[in-house]
Structure formats: structure tokens, C-alpha cells
């Protein structure tokens, strides 16, 4: 992704920064607010019960940019994890250490009002909208940590790029079943309007059941709505299936297979829903 690796000016070794709450506007302060009016209508029916709780103990309804020091007594007390300002992106093993000691990094700026709905540089909304209400769920405050673990490991073994595919189909993207249905909890959908509908109720995208040798194949987009999703039976389940496996065979084969394209079906999926792809393809997707 686009970030550099200089240490941005005003930065810490471990690229923090102040979030200078003080210092938001009125106008940054309405937009979250406006952002955060349109997500708390829909997400209700729609994303897992534990977002909700999440958001419920952290008091995020209160109006206004949330302000770190606030959020991270409520959220330490919980889970033990905190959350950290950065200018934005950061290297790779960067990310991976403040996760392996469950710090969440997260934008300070919010979008401007032109860029309402799309963005490619995560901003607090998504940031802290999007991740932070499940870091309040004890097993899923475990799946991030051990991300991050794995994140290093993978890094001294060329595996970067699964884990991306592995974040992205999953803390970013990821659906969960509920019984016959199915529920949001990848903050990329949840902290965007267009996609809450999308990837729950339009015929386009394949909803696939996650396995984990699968994600780590699979390419993705950065620039539209997903053409694949991958449904996960449950956080213990993630868990499981991820921190408590020896990941070496998973590397091997990854390393010899070729990837899978965006929007693809294999006949060993578990297929929830066979997309049109029709959203895709008027959207000038070739694949
Ligand atoms: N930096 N601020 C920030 N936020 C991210 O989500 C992020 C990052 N750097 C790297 C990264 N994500 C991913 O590429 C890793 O999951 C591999
Ligand atoms: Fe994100």
C-alpha cells in the first residue's frame, strides 16, 4: 500500500502521534457525526451482535470525534487493548508490533466532506468506527493480537502478502453466519455506507465460506466493492483456525500455487451465494 518508510516529522520511533483532540473543528466534529447517524441506523439488523455491544460499552454514541484518552479507559478495561494516532499508513512490521502488544493504530483526520463515501487512505472513521467497537470482544481482541504475532513471523518468511489477503477477507471484509443468515463484522463494510447494503444484500458478490488457505491465494480490489466475500462460523472459529495451526504446509502450498483472481469460484468452495458479478461487470471489471 502507499505508504513510505520515513518517519514522518513529529513522529515517535514507532510512528505515533498526538491525536491533539482539542485541536478538531466543528466541521470534523459534524462529520463524524453525519458519518456516524447514517452507519447507527443501518448496522442495527445487520452487523454482529457484538459490534453493537462494542459500541455500547465504549459509549460511542456520544456526538463528536471520539477522543483516545476516553475511548482507551473503557477499551483497556475490557480487553487490555488501546488505541494509538498515526499520520496513516505504516510499514507493514510496524503495523504488526503495535498489534502483537494490542495497540490499534488509527488515523487522526477526518474525510472531507467530497469524499464521503470512498476513500483509500483509512481515516478515524473507519478507523475507529470500523475496528475499535469489536477490540472490545475478548476473542476477537485475541484474533488481532495474533495477527500481529503472525504478521512478524510472516515477514521474516516473505509471507506478507498472505496476510494481507488474510486481513483484508477478514478484519477488513469478513462476514460472519448467523444461523440461516449472514452478519457484517469486516470494518471496511461497516464503516461504509454503500457497502453495509452491498455486501449483505445484492446478487453480485460470491459469499464463500472462509478457509484459510483459500483467503491467502485469493487477490482483491482496493478501488470498488468487493467481489468475494468470506463467511467465518464464528470469532472462536477465526481463531482457531488461524492462530492454533501450524501455518508452514498453508505457506508452502501458497507459495507454489498461483494466486486466485477477484470474483472467482473453484469447485472446492463452500458457496453461500454464486454472485452475477453484475455489479462488478458494469463497473468495467474484466475478471
Ligand atoms: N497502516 N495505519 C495503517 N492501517 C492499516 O490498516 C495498515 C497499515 N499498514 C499496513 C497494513 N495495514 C496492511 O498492509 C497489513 O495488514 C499487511
Ligand atoms: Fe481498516
Same mark, same amino acid.
Given at each position: 500500500?502507499?505508504?513510505?518508510?520515513?518517519? =514522518?516529522?513529529?513522529?515517535?520511533? /514507532?510512528?505515533?502521534?498526538?491525536?491533539?483532540?482539542?485541536?478538531?473543528?466543528?466541521? @470534523? +466534529?459534524?462529520?463524524?457525526?453525519?458519518?456516524?447517524?447514517?452507519?447507527? @441506523?443501518?448496522?442495527?439488523?445487520?452487523?454482529?451482535?457484538?459490534?453493537?455491544?462494542?459500541?455500547?460499552?465504549?459509549?460511542?454514541?456520544?456526538? *463528536? %470525534?471520539?477522543?483516545?484518552?476516553?475511548?482507551?479507559?473503557?477499551? +483497556?478495561?475490557?480487553?487490555?487493548?488501546?488505541?494509538?494516532?498515526?499520520? &496513516?499508513?505504516?510499514?507493514? @512490521?510496524?503495523?504488526?508490533?503495535?498489534?502483537?502488544?494490542?495497540?490499534?493504530?488509527?488515523?487522526?483526520?477526518?474525510?472531507?466532506?467530497?469524499?464521503?463515501?470512498?476513500?483509500?487512505?483509512?481515516?478515524?472513521?473507519?478507523?475507529?468506527?470500523?475496528?475499535?467497537?469489536?477490540?472490545?470482544? =475478548?476473542?476477537?481482541?485475541?484474533?488481532?493480537?495474533?495477527? &500481529?504475532?503472525?504478521?512478524?513471523?510472516?515477514?521474516?518468511? #516473505?509471507?506478507?502478502?498472505?496476510?494481507?489477503?488474510?486481513?483484508?477477507?477478514?478484519?477488513?471484509?469478513?462476514?460472519?453466519?448467523? *444461523? /440461516?443468515?449472514?452478519?457484517?463484522?469486516?470494518?471496511?463494510?461497516?464503516?461504509?455506507? #454503500?457497502?453495509?447494503?452491498?455486501?449483505?444484500?445484492?446478487?453480485?458478490?460470491?459469499?464463500?465460506?472462509?478457509?484459510?488457505?483459500?483467503?491467502?491465494?485469493?487477490?482483491?480490489?482496493?478501488?470498488?466493492?468487493?467481489?468475494?466475500?468470506?463467511? %467465518?462460523?464464528?470469532?472462536?472459529?477465526?481463531?482457531?483456525?488461524?492462530? /492454533?495451526?501450524?501455518?508452514?504446509?498453508?505457506?508452502?502450498?501458497?507459495?507454489?500455487?498461483?494466486?486466485?483472481?477477484? *470474483?472467482?469460484?473453484?469447485?472446492?468452495?463452500?458457496?453461500?451465494?454464486?454472485?452475477?458479478? *453484475?455489479?462488478?461487470?458494469?463497473?468495467?471489471?474484466?475478471?
Amino acid at each position: 500500500m502507499g505508504s513510505t518508510d520515513f518517519l =514522518p516529522p513529529g513522529a515517535a520511533p /514507532d510512528w505515533t502521534i498526538p491525536q491533539e483532540w482539542a485541536s478538531y473543528t466543528g466541521e @470534523e +466534529h459534524e462529520m463524524w457525526d453525519r458519518l456516524f447517524a447514517r452507519q447507527a @441506523e443501518m448496522l442495527p439488523t445487520r452487523v454482529v451482535p457484538a459490534f453493537m455491544e462494542g459500541l455500547d460499552v465504549l459509549r460511542m454514541s456520544k456526538p *463528536g %470525534i471520539p477522543d483516545f484518552e476516553e475511548l482507551n479507559e473503557r477499551l +483497556h478495561r475490557a480487553t487490555g487493548w488501546q488505541i494509538v494516532a498515526v499520520p &496513516g499508513l505504516v510499514p507493514d @512490521e510496524i503495523f504488526f508490533e503495535h498489534l502483537a502488544n494490542r495497540r490499534f493504530v488509527a488515523g487522526r483526520f477526518i474525510r472531507p466532506a467530497e469524499q464521503l463515501d470512498y476513500l483509500q487512505e483509512p481515516d478515524i472513521f473507519h478507523d475507529v468506527l470500523g475496528h475499535v467497537p469489536l477490540l472490545v470482544h =475478548p476473542v476477537f481482541a485475541d484474533y488481532m493480537q495474533a495477527y &500481529g504475532q503472525g504478521g512478524l513471523r510472516a515477514a521474516k518468511l #516473505g509471507m506478507i502478502e498472505a496476510l494481507a489477503r488474510l486481513y483484508w477477507y477478514t478484519v477488513e471484509f469478513g462476514l460472519v453466519r448467523d *444461523g /440461516d443468515d449472514l452478519k457484517l463484522y469486516g470494518a471496511g463494510i461497516v464503516s461504509s455506507y #454503500g457497502e453495509s447494503l452491498f455486501a449483505l444484500d445484492d446478487p453480485s458478490p460470491n459469499r464463500i465460506g472462509f478457509d484459510l488457505e483459500r483467503v491467502m491465494r485469493s487477490r482483491y480490489r482496493i478501488d470498488d466493492y468487493q467481489q468475494s466475500y468470506f463467511v %467465518i462460523e464464528s470469532f472462536e472459529d477465526l481463531l482457531r483456525q488461524t492462530r /492454533d495451526v501450524d501455518l508452514g504446509p498453508i505457506y508452502e502450498r501458497v507459495r507454489e500455487l498461483e494466486p486466485i483472481e477477484v *470474483g472467482a469460484l473453484l469447485p472446492t468452495d463452500r458457496v453461500f451465494h454464486a454472485g452475477t458479478q *453484475g455489479y462488478a461487470r458494469a463497473n468495467g471489471v474484466t475478471s
